[in-house]
C-alpha cells in the first residue's frame, strides 16, 4: 500500500454533511477508504456526499446522531462497524460556533452547547471508537479544531475560540494515552476556509477583514483541509503523534 493510501480502511468522518466533513469524506473514498458520515440535520447533505462518493467508485453510507449524546454517538459507532466493519480512522470534525455573542450577552445555555459540541463530542466519539483500536493495536484519530483556540477567535467567538483550544490540549492528552497502543491521535486547526460555517456566522465585512491578514490574499478551501486530514491518517504521518497542524494560508505561524 502506498503512504499516501487509505485502501480498504474504515473511516468515520462527524459533521460530513458539508464543508471539511464531506470534502474528507470524499477524499477517503478516493483514497480506497470505507466511508461513514456522521450528520446532526443536515440529511440531504449527507446523502449527497454519500451519492458523489458512490457515483466516483467509492463505499459510503451516512448515519444521523447528535454527537453531544453517549446514546447517539453509541448508535453511530454500532452502526459503522455492522455496515463497513471495525473503525480504524476517526476524524472528530462536528463543531460549529452556534452564535457570536459577547460576554455581556451570553448565557449559560449557549456556554454549555458549545463546549458539549466542540468538546464533549471528541471524547465520546473517541471513547466509543478506541477500545477496538487498542485491542487491533492500530488506528488513526484526527480533531478538527480552529486557528480560534490560538489567537481567541473574531468578534463574540470566545467560548468557541476557548472550546477549540480546549480540543488541541485534549488531542495531546489522549495521543499520550492511545499512543503506546499504536494508536495516532492529531488535530488540524483550519484559519478561515469557504465554508457554510462562515455564511452562517460572518459577515462579508468581518470576512473582507479576515482575508486581509492572510498573506495568501484568500480563503481556504475544505479540499485543502482534507487532504492535510488524510495525511495524518495515513501510513505518511507514522510518526507524528500528539500534533496540531495548521492550515491558514499563513494567518498565524507558530
Known amino acids: 500500500m502506498s503512504s499516501f493510501e487509505l485502501k480498504n480502511l474504515t473511516a468515520l468522518v462527524t459533521g460530513a454533511s458539508s464543508g ?17 458520515l456522521g450528520y446532526h440535520r443536515n440529511r440531504d447533505g449527507a446523502q449527497a456526499t454519500v451519492d458523489r462518493v458512490r457515483q ?8 444521523q ?43 449559560e445555555a449557549t456556554w454549555d452547547d458549545v463546549y458539549a459540541l466542540n468538546v464533549k463530542s471528541v ?19 484526527i480533531n478538527v479544531g480552529s486557528i480560534a483556540g490560538h489567537h481567541g477567535g473574531g ?24 499512543a503506546p497502543h499504536g494508536i495516532r491521535v492529531n488535530a488540524v486547526a483550519p ?25 495568501l490574499g484568500r480563503l481556504g478551501t475544505p479540499r485543502e483541509c482534507a487532504t492535510v486530514i488524510a495525511f495524518l491518517a495515513s501510513p505518511a504521518a507514522s510518526y507524528i503523534v500528539g500534533e496540531t497542524i495548521e492550515i491558514n494560508g499563513g494567518q498565524l505561524m507558530v
Not at 469524506?25 to 480506497?32: R, S, T, W
Not at 471524547?123 to 484519530?141: D, H, T
Open 20 to 36: 471539511i466533513g464531506a470534502a474528507t469524506a470524499e477524499l477517503f473514498a478516493e483514497l480506497g477508504a470505507k466511508v461513514a
Open 56 to 63: 466516483a467508485g467509492g463505499t459510503a453510507v451516512a448515519f
Open 65 to 107: 446522531a447528535d454527537v453531544r449524546k453517549r446514546d447517539d454517538v453509541e448508535r453511530l459507532v454500532a452502526q459503522t462497524v455492522e455496515a463497513l466493519g471495525p473503525i480504524d480512522v476517526l476524524v472528530n470534525n462536528a463543531g460549529s460556533l452556534v452564535a457570536r455573542q459577547s460576554l455581556a450577552e451570553i448565557d
Open 123 to 141: 471524547m465520546l466519539v473517541s471513547q466509543a471508537v478506541a477500545p477496538s483500536m487498542v485491542e487491533r493495536k492500530r488506528g488513526a484519530i
Open 155 to 178: 468578534p463574540g467567538a470566545g467560548a468557541y475560540a476557548s472550546a477549540k483550544a480546549a480540543v488541541r490540549t485534549y488531542t495531546k492528552s489522549l495521543a499520550r494515552e492511545l
Open 191 to 215: 484559519g478561515v476556509i469557504d465554508t457554510p460555517f462562515h455564511e452562517a456566522f460572518s459577515t462579508p465585512e468581518i470576512l473582507q477583514t479576515f482575508t486581509a491578514a492572510i498573506p
